[in-house]
């Protein structure tokens, strides 16, 4: 399965679509938007920012980095990937945006799972091409992503107000991220997924027991189906993970919002820790759009 970068891009000021061409993105009203030099665009007008420098620092992006290279999280992607690819349409392109993609470690563990994929699966319903669109709020982040991956489309720019083309993608992955329903849908196909990882009721339930007094009860799963969606069954993925030394336990912390959530005391107590072993426990959630 071959993989190519997505073009279907929307310009951010007018919603136009935008044409790649010497360099820059143009719209037809004049919007231009250059491309840097790693490759990644720049969708995000000053006016949708909450921020001078929105979203995770160049600090979190690295953390995150170090974290799901050593392979934590990689049975996370796996199960995402299988998800993404489960039903594809054959002998065409499947697109696919990870909507908040950090520093494009879900996008790469994609690729790299659909370059496996071998000729008798692509012929028996699998996509003969993969476009990718990585779309985060985080110049940083993207930037990162933009120098590790070159088959991919890469933006900075916000979830509230994606710059994409309505009806223009076959999947959308919101990974431990904030889902907005009503622009998800908007830039579905017909038929398209979306695809939700959420944290289970005891996801990192052992640092959380370290840096909180205590710990709040677990919220009450929401059946109903967003506007626009139909629900498919839900997976639920479980297995532990052993940290051994203080920064990959930094690392972790420095990736969550628990980061920013716990007291200092809190965050002294996981400085002080030397190892750790966690349960990993998400929900991987199908949404099909009407």
């Known amino acids: 399965m071959s993989t190519t970068s997505f073009e279907a891009l929307a310009c951010p000021l007018d919603g136009d679509p935008l044409e790649c061409r ?11 938007f250059d491309i840097a030099r790693q490759g990644y665009v720049h969708l995000l007008p000053v006016q949708n920012k909450r921020s001078r420098d929105p979203g995770d620092s160049k600090e979190m ?26 039903e594809a349409p054959a002998g065409g392109t499947l697109s696919c945006l990870d909507a908040g993609c950090g520093e494009g470690f879900y996008l790469r563990a994609l690729r790299e799972l659909a370059s496996v994929a071998t000729e008798s699966e692509t012929a028996q319903g699998g996509a003969a091409t993969l476009s990718l669109l990585g779309v985060d709020i985080s110049k940083w982040a993207v930037l990162a992503a933009a120098k590790r991956e070159k088959a991919a489309t890469w933006v900075v720019g916000t979830n509230a107000h ?90 972790l912390l420095a990736m969550t919002p628990h980061l920013h959530r716990a007291s200092a005391e809190g965050r002294e107590k996981a400085a002080a820790l030397t190892s750790l072993t966690l349960t990993v426990d998400v929900r991987l959630t199908r949404l099909v759009r009407e």
């Open 162 to 251: 994606l710059p994409v083309q309505a009806e223009s993608l076959d999947r959308v992955l919101c990974l431990f991220g904030f889902p907005v329903y009503p622009e998800f849908a908007r830039v579905l196909r017909p038929g398209g997924e979306l695809l939700l990882v959420e944290a289970g009721p005891d996801h990192l339930r052992e640092l959380r027991e370290i840096i909180y007094p205590s710990l709040k009860p677990p919220r009450e799963d929401d059946e109903a189906a967003p506007e626009g969606f139909t629900r498919r069954p839900a997976e639920t993925l479980r297995y532990t993970i052993a940290l051994e030394g203080a920064e990959p336990i930094a690392d």
């Open 61 to 86: 992006v690295a953390a995150r980095r170090r974290f799901l290279e050593a392979g934590h999280y990689r049975p996370i992607a796996e199960a995402v990937g299988r998800a993404v690819l489960a």
């Open 22 to 32: 010497d360099g820059a993105w143009r719209c037809p009203a004049g919007h231009s």
